[in-house]
C-alpha cells in the first residue's frame, strides 16, 4: 500500500519562503512520476510541478523561477521549495505519485498541506 505523508506547509508573508516535503512509503520516488498540485478555494486542482522517473521536470508558468521540485532518493522524499511567494499562491498543496507497472497505473495522493500567504 502506498502512503504519502506531506508536510511544511504554514503561513507566511509575501516575499517569504516555505519548503514542503512529500515522504513517500510503499513506493520508490525515483521510479515514479512525483508531482505537487495545489487547489485553492473555488478553484480547480492544479499542476504545480513535475518530476519523472528520469528526472526531467516541468513547472507551471506562474510558478515558474520561484518554485523548485526536487527528491532525495536516500529519503524517498520529494520537495517542493517555494520562493517569493505571493498571496496567489495561497492553497492545499498535494503529493501525488504516479504510478506505473506494466498495465496496472494508479495516482497517490497525500492529505494536502495548507499553504497560506499574507499580503
Known amino acids: 500500500q502506498v502512503q504519502l505523508v506531506e508536510s511544511g506547509g504554514g503561513l507566511v508573508q509575501a516575499g517569504g519562503s516555505l519548503r514542503l516535503s512529500c515522504a513517500a512509503f510503499?513506493?520508490?520516488?525515483?521510479?515514479?512520476?512525483m508531482s505537487w498540485y495545489r487547489q485553492a478555494p473555488g478553484k480547480q486542482r492544479e499542476l504545480v510541478a513535475r518530476?519523472?522517473?528520469?528526472?526531467?521536470?516541468n513547472y507551471a508558468d506562474s510558478v515558474k523561477g520561484r518554485f523548485t521540485i526536487s527528491r532525495d532518493n536516500a529519503k524517498n522524499t520529494v520537495y517542493l521549495q517555494m520562493n517569493s511567494l505571493k498571496p496567489e499562491d495561497t492553497a492545499v498543496y498535494y503529493c501525488?505519485?504516479?504510478?506505473?507497472?506494466?498495465?496496472?497505473?494508479?495516482?497517490?495522493w497525500g492529505q494536502g498541506t495548507q499553504v497560506t500567504v499574507s499580503s
Open positions: 518530476i519523472t522517473s528520469g528526472g526531467s521536470i
Open positions: 510503499g513506493s520508490t520516488v525515483s521510479r515514479n512520476a
Open positions: 501525488n505519485l504516479d504510478f506505473k507497472l506494466g498495465a496496472f497505473s494508479n495516482d497517490y
